[in-house]
């Protein structure tokens, strides 16, 4: 079945600067790649996705490439802010309803 | 609208007992899911409906699992003689009509703590 990876497991970037995590997937199948943003005690809130005819999706700040031929996917946040600080979870499906979720980024925004 | 629902919040019960933990989905979303959350995990799926059948029951880890969706809405997630191990936040969520690339929307979830 899917193996989603993800690294770093935390991040901790300076206020402005931008942050990236990277997810890579087993299963060529996958076809869908959402982004979800937990911040503590709520919630998984999905912030962009992508599908696998796109190559690069953006969204003010956030940003999501994917590389299907390395079976890769990268979450991009530039200008970061504190209220960016969260746990971000990457995710990979079929088509089917199994989505399979990477095991997360702690990211820490610090001002 | 209303978001995904889910109760109790938090479940604290002892070994062996029973449980039940409810999920409302959005009005009008036919798919509804199940994850489970260990703390420092992302969500692992456990089942899915399309209405009112289990579609894909293939990540509940045993028998002592079972969840039902009687009417097409609301579902319960049922766990038998619980473990310690079984400690973790139960997440719902639903899309509008489960296709693999619909989006899911997340309920808070429902801590269970099992003494």
């Known amino acids: 079945g899917e193996n989603v990876e993800q690294h770093p497991s935390t991040l901790s970037v300076q206020e402005g600067d931008s942050a990236v995590i990277k997810c890579t997937y087993s299963d060529s199948a996958s076809n869908y790649f959402p982004w979800y943003k937990q911040e503590l005690g709520k919630r998984p809130q999905l912030i962009i996705d992508?599908?696998?005819?796109?190559g690069e999706k953006k969204d003010q700040r956030i940003a999501v490439t994917l590389n299907k031929t390395a079976k890769h996917f990268s979450l991009h946040i530039t200008e970061t802010q504190p209220e960016d600080s969260a746990v971000y979870f990457c995710?990979?499906?079929?088509?089917?309803?199994?989505?399979?979720f990477g095991p997360g980024t702690r990211l820490s925004v610090l001002p | 609208g209303a978001g995904v629902s889910q109760t109790p919040s938090n479940k604290v019960t002892e070994k062996g007992k029973y449980v039940e933990l409810r999920c409302d989905p959005i009005?009008?979303?036919?798919?509804l899911y199940w994850y489970r959350q260990s703390l420092g995990q992302g969500p692992e799926f456990l089942i899915y409906?399309?209405?009112?059948?289990?579609?894909?029951d293939s990540g509940l880890p045993n028998d002592r699992f079972f969840a039902v969706r009687p009417e097409g809405s609301v579902s319960t997630l049922k766990i038998q003689r619980t473990e310690r191990g079984d400690s973790a936040v139960y997440l719902c969520a639903s899309s509008y009509q489960g296709q693999g690339t619909d989006t899911q929307y997340f309920g808070p979830g429902t801590r269970l703590t099992v003494l």
């Open positions: 409906f399309q209405g009112t059948g289990a579609a894909d």
């Open positions: 009005s009008g979303h036919t798919a």
């Open positions: 995710a990979a499906s079929t088509g089917g309803q199994n989505f399979v």
């Open positions: 992508i599908r696998s005819n796109v």
